[in-house]
């Protein structure tokens, strides 16, 4: 696994030299790059939502767009649109932001509805149909999706269909004191982001992500992930658990954290590092828990503390070379 092991250092480290301090969101980052899923970032303005899908972009010579919602955006504003050429008597397509290798969906949640619809074709097909005609997107395709979990008015809250498509919720937060007095140091003259290079080919991403499908998943981890998302639809403080999406992303971020680590077999804790981040915006919460202040978060972290762990060597079934 020295592919994807050598591709998420370099990767990690050429984005470190923009976002300072946040290592783990980053790796997260990373695997759902490696996933070939998409992430919602839900946090408080200010803390490097933007640059890092900026970073991410960059490292590999992706291309990149923003789109920044607000409620008066239509459906075509993402899409794109047909205007009919006067020259040549014919349609035009005229792509929208979504046609971008990575995606910045600045505050998804100030859309209405209708235009956070247009959204779930091109997350989960990959493609988006404007005027009858469908038309595939580039790849890779990803799209980073924010919110202010902070400032509701004015929002349109993501439907459960809409956050399901979401294979992690991550959040920066705000840096240590340390790591605040670096960023002011760094951003002294000129912004590091200006001088962050290429480190990676398309080519190289790709490889890397056909290596991670490769990670032997043992059938008793494959039922402990199971077992997990499972037990968020039977706990007494759930009204709606996590879907089967929810096991298959729990799966595959697993699969890549393993790679990441130079492994190609997949550990108790690589899935139970990840369990929050894959199941917690999945699961809504009934009456009862919203009124205590319990937080799906802390529901999963239950859950982890209650399922048993599989036993035995988790490279125990792997063909032998």
């Known amino acids: 696994m020295s592919v994807v092991q050598?591709?998420?250092?370099?990767?990690?480290?050429?984005?470190?030299?923009?976002?300072?301090?946040?290592?783990?969101?980053?790796?997260l980052a990373v695997v759902g790059l490696l996933c070939q899923g998409h992430l919602l970032i839900e946090d408080v303005p200010?803390?490097?939502?933007?640059?890092?899908?900026?970073?991410?972009?960059?490292?590999?010579?992706?291309?990149?767009s923003r789109i920044q919602f607000t409620p008066d955006m239509l459906p075509s504003d993402v899409t794109g649109v047909s205007i009919f050429n006067q020259v040549s008597r014919e349609f035009e397509f005229r792509p929208g932001p979504i046609m971008a290798q990575i995606v910045l969906a600045d505050e998804i949640n100030r859309a209405t509805p209708k235009t956070q619809a247009a959204l779930l074709e091109a997350m989960e097909e990959r493609q988006i149909t404007v005027d009858g005609a469908t038309r595939p997107l580039?790849?890779?395709?990803?799209?980073?999706?924010?919110?202010?979990?902070?400032?509701?008015?004015?929002?349109?809250?993501?439907?459960?269909?809409?956050v399901d498509r979401f294979l992690m919720r991550l959040r920066l937060g705000y840096p240590a004191t340390l790591d605040e007095v670096?960023?002011?140091?760094?951003q002294q003259y000129r912004h590091p982001f200006e001088d962050l290079q290429q480190i990676a080919s398309l080519?190289?991403?790709?490889?890397?992500?056909?290596?991670?499908?490769?990670?032997?998943?043992?059938?008793?981890?494959?039922?402990?992930?199971?077992?997990?998302?499972?037990?968020?639809?039977?706990?007494?403080?759930?009204?709606?658990?996590?879907?089967?999406?929810?096991?298959?992303?729990?799966?595959?971020?697993?699969?890549?954290?393993a790679a990441m680590s130079g492994?190609?077999?997949?550990?108790?804790?690589?899935i139970k590092y990840l369990a929050v981040s894959t199941l917690a915006h999945r699961v809504i919460l009934g009456p009862g828990a919203r009124l205590r202040d319990l937080t799906a978060e802390q529901v999963v972290d239950e859950i982890l503390r209650s399922v048993p762990v599989p036993g035995g060597d988790p490279a125990a079934g792997m063909q032998p070379d």
Not at 138 to 147: D, E, K, M, S
């Open 46 to 64: 200010g803390v490097g939502k933007t640059m890092l899908a900026r970073s991410l972009a960059r490292s590999l010579g992706c291309t990149f």
């Open 182 to 186: 670096r960023v002011l140091e760094r």
């Open 203 to 257: 080519e190289e991403l790709l490889q890397a992500q056909e290596a991670v499908k490769d990670i032997f998943v043992s059938p008793a981890l494959k039922r402990y992930i199971v077992e997990l998302n499972h037990q968020t639809r039977q706990h007494a403080e759930v009204y709606l658990g996590a879907s089967p999406r929810g096991s298959l992303s729990l799966y595959r971020t697993s699969q890549a954290r």
């Open 138 to 162: 580039p790849r890779p395709f990803l799209v980073l999706a924010t919110q202010n979990p902070i400032e509701y008015e004015g929002t349109f809250p993501l439907p459960e269909a809409q």
């Open 6 to 27: 050598n591709f998420t250092e370099q990767m990690v480290g050429n984005i470190e030299k923009v976002i300072i301090g946040k290592r783990e969101t980053i790796d």
């Open 263 to 270: 492994r190609d077999y997949v550990l108790p804790d690589d």
